[in-house]
């Protein structure tokens, strides 16, 4: 088989170590690398963060591995994890074999103070987007910009921004003069390092134009960054399909000639989301999507989403749909209205989809399995530290499950076990890395001279142990004994060890100069007067 490897020797050298000796050594496992096809039983050797040596011959480390009976990835890569962003969320991620772990749907603000607050001190790669729906808080709620950091802030700030009784950031219409503040928030951003816009504009249709959404996409074109967009609409019905705001940044993302990624595309009408986002690749666009094995999905009770006239124009009810995870029960419709108005920041979980569509989107090729892991809080809304017990876990079970039931469903349903290697890693690899960014083109390969971010499972065993029930939410994954990032061992016989934190940031240079360009009226596609709430 092709076999892109480099020479042992001259990596050992360019590193100061010895071609004979490895800091870590992998012995007798299935080495699976997606971009080559190479699939064979091999000894793998680490030295210096790299993986130095894949061969058939003994080979001598400090630390030495046995992997027999389990298959050695690379390392998972979650473009969609909400719960990175503490490290009581990566510890639950390493247990799910993620490597790398990213929010960039939801993104983050103050972009270079984000990273600094991770530097040296986090267990797993990590990187983010600038996040849109802070900028226009800031911009059209008055939010303080210095108070948002991430998810942890996420929900909070919605609470916030409807104490006036709007929620401007959804609803408000921006002026050129707002539109072009909120864009040079996003801007900025770009300039600090972010790995492009990310996007909730499905959570703000009744605010955010077309043009809107097109001079965003473009300020991250402006960068060669992608936009990662959680588009319009969740219906079913004819105007408001998924696949028609899917087309809206699809569109743009061509006429920019820009990165796009699909943010959890399993809705209603998937399958032509999925032919379309395959179509486009092969014209050659940088386009990729993500999903995860579950049926039910999650945010904040007071979102648009849950209002009752627009949740039954699409499901009918609420009869055993919405789930309140700290609570472990079903809510009544009285209950959801009541919450909307007097808690909206909770977190619920909703049920929207058939069971029989999960084991077909894991399979599906070109796509990214996304975690859209949520803020690991318990029960009282506390954001969980690294010491706590993952029993004390109130939220989907998606956060501490997606990547073990894709093992899990997988082994059950026959999908090829490289096809899933490749959703789970370098597909995510391969779109970051064709948009230039530097660190991803040297992860989710396993190859000489590549990165050694690497999971290692058991094909047999491995399963997800979390489910809805109260105390469940947050059990971890086993069957993934080991887990190396940047080359060093962080999950060792299943445990995420105390205080090992070889976690690299993903990130663009700064850059000192903007690229962004203020917008003018033109007249005819905005108004210059401020429009109503």
Known sequence: MKRLLLSAAIIAAANGVSAQTYDVVIMNGRVMDPETGFDQVANIGVAAGLIAKITDQEIEGDRVIDATGHIVSPGFIDTHNHGAATEHGGKLSLRNGVTTGMDLEAGSMNIAEWYDEREGNWQLNYGTTVAQEFARMIVLDGLEQSS??????????????????????????????????????????????????????????????????????????????????????????????????????????????????????????????????????????????????????????????????????????????????????????????????????????????????????????????????????????????????????????????????????????????????????????????????????????????????????????VTENSDYAEGKNGLPTTGIPYVLVNGTVVVDDSKVLEGVTPGQEIRYPQESESRFEPLKNEGHWVLGAKFPH
Request: glycine content about 8%; proline content about 5%.
């Open 148 to 461: 948002l950091r991430d998810m942890r802030d996420f929900f909070p700030a919605r609470a916030r921004s409807v104490e006036d009784g709007v929620a401007s950031w959804s609803t408000h219409i921006s002026t050129v003069e707002e539109m072009n503040q909120t864009l040079q928030i996003l801007d900025q951003g770009l300039m600090e390092g972010a790995l492009g816009i990310g996007s909730l504009v499905g959570y703000a249709s009744t605010g955010i134009t077309s043009r809107e959404m097109f001079e965003t996409q473009k300020v991250a074109a402006n960068y060669g960054r992608m936009t990662a967009a959680h588009v319009r609409y969740l219906e079913t019905k004819p105007p408001k399909e998924n696949s028609i705001a899917g087309a809206e940044v699809m569109t743009n993302a061509f006429v920019l000639d820009a990165p796009l990624l699909y943010c959890h595309f399993n809705a209603d009408n998937w399958p032509l989301v999925q032919e379309l986002l395959v179509g486009a690749r092969a014209r050659g666009m940088n386009v990729m999507g993500e999903v995860y094995p579950y049926l039910s999905g999650s945010t904040n009770i007071g979102a648009d989403f849950f209002e009752p006239e627009q949740w039954k124009a699409t499901f009918e009810t609420f009869e055993n749909k919405v789930l309140d995870p700290a609570q472990g029960r079903f809510l009544t419709e009285e209950e959801i209205i009541d919450a909307r108005e007097n808690d909206p920041g909770r977190a619920v979980v909703a049920f929207i989809r058939p069971e029989e569509w999960v084991v077909p989107w894991i399979g599906l090729p070109g796509v990214a399995i996304a975690g859209d892991a949520m803020l690991t809080q318990d029960s009282e809304g506390r954001i969980l530290d690294w010491y706590d017990p993952f029993e004390l876990g109130a939220y989907h079970p998606r956060t501490s499950g997606t990547h073990g039931k894709s093992l899990r469903l997988a082994r059950e349903n026959d999908v090829p076990w490289m096809r899933l290697i490749e959703n789970l890693s370098y597909n995510a690899a391969k779109f970051m890395g064709d948009a230039g960014l530097v660190a991803m083109q040297r992860r989710g390969r396993i190859q000489e001279g590549m990165i050694a971010d690497i999971t290692i499972f058991n094909p047999e065993t």
